[in-house]
């Protein structure tokens, strides 16, 4: 299995103001990928990360607003830019290993 | 486009009964994987069983199961002998080869003593 970890758990921010979410895998992987997950709903993915490449975003997300650092086979970065309440989500970062896709513990961002 | 729906929001089960959890997906692929993934409060995902499209016996992990219906797109999970913390949001997700997972809206189950 893959064990994924991610920094900060939680944050409460300001509007207008940037966070970066950290996700750090044990194991090398090819692809990551970034979820958000508001509040009571179903996940919903931001992009598609892999190492040396740009990250491919899902309709609705924009490189502006959720750039994705990916600089190696074992880490990656979410940044939420330019923050508002309605960014007031999880935050989670997976990776696919083997055929099976594994989860981290998620980030906990609250807006205000 | 793939889907795949979660028609029970909520569900409710007494402490040891059984209780069936209903998927069913759409897709036009032939090879993939179908998941079942459980996240209690504490917001972690966790892998409940998966099921190879291409393999006719149905998953089976200690106390949970599934009844896959291939040509029927079903895909239902049965959690047998139920515990206070199997409580958790559960989800049914599909991937194919654009290995892109795909989530139904999930299922908040409560297991009561």
């Known amino acids: 299995s893959a064990v994924i970890s991610q920094k900060p758990s939680r944050d409460i921010c300001q509007r207008g103001t940037s966070l970066t979410i950290q996700c750090q895998v044990d194991?090398?992987?090819?692809?990551m990928f970034w979820y958000r997950q508001q509040p009571g709903q179903s996940l919903t993915l931001i992009a598609t990360a892999n190492q040396g490449s740009e990250a491919t975003y899902e309709s609705g997300f924009v490189i502006d607003k959720f750039p994705i650092s990916r600089p190696n086979l074992t880490f990656s970065t979410l940044t939420v830019s330019n923050m508002s309440p309605e960014d007031s989500s999880i935050y989670l970062c997976s990776v696919s290993y083997q055929m099976e896709q594994y989860f981290g513990p998620g980030t906990r961002l609250t807006v205000t | 486009a793939q889907t795949v729906t979660q028609s029970q929001p909520e569900m409710s089960v007494q402490e040891a009964e059984t209780v069936t959890l209903s998927c069913t997906y759409d897709t036009s692929e032939s090879n993939y994987y179908l998941f079942w993934y459980k996240q209690p409060p504490s917001r972690q995902m966790i892998l409940v069983i998966r099921q190879e499209a291409y393999k006719q016996q149905n998953a089976t992990e200690n106390r949970f199961s599934v009844n896959f219906q291939k040509a029927a797109k079903s895909f239902s999970l049965k959690i047998s002998d139920s515990q206070l913390g199997d409580t958790a949001m559960y989800f049914c997700a599909f991937i194919s080869g654009s290995e892109k997972l795909v989530f139904g809206k999930g299922t908040k189950l409560t297991v009561n003593p």
């Open positions: 194991s090398q992987v090819t692809m």
